[in-house]
């Protein structure tokens, strides 16, 4: 599972990286500007599913009645569900992309300060922060769709691949719904804005730990909604 992480990290830089072999920019944006983004899909899709693997098992819990188990026990079900699981592939994820990340980062003339270095910090945090409430958010429409496996969370996680590149590329209707009804341009692409100094997005960039905290928020209030509706198989 980490040597396929690895692969297919390497393989998608690979892309960019033919890509930019013949055009110079994409929109106004470098090659090593849009790897930062690629790095940042990555990174924050490793940390879900090394330490919190357990929303794409949800599904399966509920539909089985192993959920039962988590309403008995004197935690949080959305702490239990979150560790419920690892995915090791994850740890794959962070290391490449965090390689990537660096290499970005000494490939583009950005003046660094203490500041800039904890803000990257931060926007790192927050974007995976968010990404993991992506994948519990839309993981708890298993206790409205009763399957072995719900379809919609692996939709939801499809959308990142729009986060991957310049969002600028994009029609309105497709940033909209990355901006504002699944939010992962925060995830990559505000943040690349702000950690470069790209003025017309880099304000935006600052918004993403109160994004984190939104949908943070918002997937936990899903989640009890969802868990109001929860009936036990009765296995």
Same mark, same amino acid.
């Given at each position: 599972?980490?040597?396929?992480?690895?692969?297919?990290q390497?393989?998608?830089?690979?892309?960019?990286?033919?890509i930019?072999q013949?055009?110079?920019?994409?929109?106004?944006?470098?090659?090593?500007?849009?790897?930062?983004?690629?790095?940042?899909?990555?990174?924050?899709?490793?940390?879900?599913?090394?330490?919190?693997?357990?929303?794409?098992?949800?599904?399966?819990?509920?539909?089985?009645?192993?959920?039962?188990?988590?309403?008995?026990?004197?935690?949080?079900?959305?702490v239990?569900?979150?560790?419920?699981?690892?995915g090791f592939?994850?740890l794959g994820?962070?290391?490449?992309?965090?390689?990537?990340?660096?290499i970005?980062?000494l490939?583009t003339?950005?003046?660094?300060?203490p500041?800039r270095?904890?803000?990257? @910090? /931060?926007? %790192?945090?927050? =974007?995976?922060?968010?990404r993991?409430?992506?994948n519990?958010g839309?993981?708890?429409? &298993?206790?409205?769709i009763?399957?072995?496996?719900?379809?919609?969370?692996?939709?939801v996680?499809?959308l990142?691949?729009?986060?991957?590149y310049?969002?600028?590329?994009?029609?309105?209707?497709?940033?909209?719904?990355? @901006? /504002?009804? %699944?939010?992962? =341009?925060f995830v990559?692409?505000?943040?690349?804005?702000?950690?470069?100094?790209v003025? &017309?997005?880099?304000?935006?960039g600052?918004?993403t730990?109160l994004?984190?905290?939104?949908s943070?928020v918002?997937?936990?209030?899903?989640?009890?909604?969802g868990?109001r509706?929860?009936?036990?198989?009765?296995h």
């Open positions: 599972m980490l040597f396929s992480a690895v692969i297919v390497i393989a998608g830089f690979l892309f960019i990286w033919t930019f013949r055009i110079p920019t994409i929109n106004g944006w470098s090659m090593w500007q849009v790897v930062m983004m690629y790095a940042l899909i990555f990174v924050t899709e490793g940390v879900g599913s090394l330490f919190f693997e357990g929303t794409w098992r949800l599904s399966n819990l509920v539909y089985t009645g192993q959920f039962d188990q988590m309403l008995v026990r004197p935690l949080s079900p959305i239990q569900v979150l560790a419920n699981a690892v592939n994850g994820n962070i290391v490449t992309g965090l390689v990537l990340i660096v970005g980062i490939n003339p950005v003046q660094w300060t500041g270095l904890l803000m990257l @910090v /931060i926007l %790192v945090a927050s =974007a995976a922060t968010i993991v409430a992506i519990l839309s993981a708890a429409s &298993a206790f409205w009763k399957a072995p496996w719900s379809m919609v969370p692996m939709f996680h499809q990142g691949e729009f986060a991957k310049p969002i600028t590329i994009y029609s309105v209707a497709v940033q909209a719904l990355i @901006v /504002i009804a %699944v939010p992962f =341009a990559s692409f505000f943040p690349t804005a702000f950690i470069f100094g003025e &017309a997005w880099s304000i935006q600052l918004l730990p994004v984190a905290i939104y943070v918002l997937a936990v209030w899903l989640f009890r909604v868990l509706r929860y009936e036990s198989s009765g």
